[in-house]
């Protein structure tokens, strides 16, 4: 009979299978070589069934662009240049938020450490009077 499996179990697993099918997807097109309005459009309906949010696609793409193993496919399979439409379809949406410097319970520390150690490499003879001749 059917496995002991929660629905939230259930709805975990099919998630998952939704997110790898998508990326397995992308991955192959993207070897292939140029994103053709045909690709995109598949990717449309494909994002629509596995309910794919335009983050998640864009995040998958931008995966898919940087990496070498499928870059280097592409280029053998269909010549050089094929990325150009991969990296405009991965752009995000909404740019990333500039990130302060965190502080945290180590700062301090941190900070006067480094400034003891600057004070003393600066009481240190300079490395060229100390290379062995």
Known sequence: GPLDLSRDECKRILRKLELEAYAGVISALRAQGDLTKEK???????????SISTERHRAEVRRAVN???LTTIAHNMSGPNSSSEWSIEGRRLVPLMPRLVPQTAFTV???AVANAAIQHNASLPVPAETGSK
Do not use: I, P
């Open 40 to 50: 995109k459009d598949l990717l449309g309906e494909l994002s629509k069934v596995l």
């Open 109 to 111: 520390t941190a900070n």
């Open 67 to 69: 990496d070498e193993r």
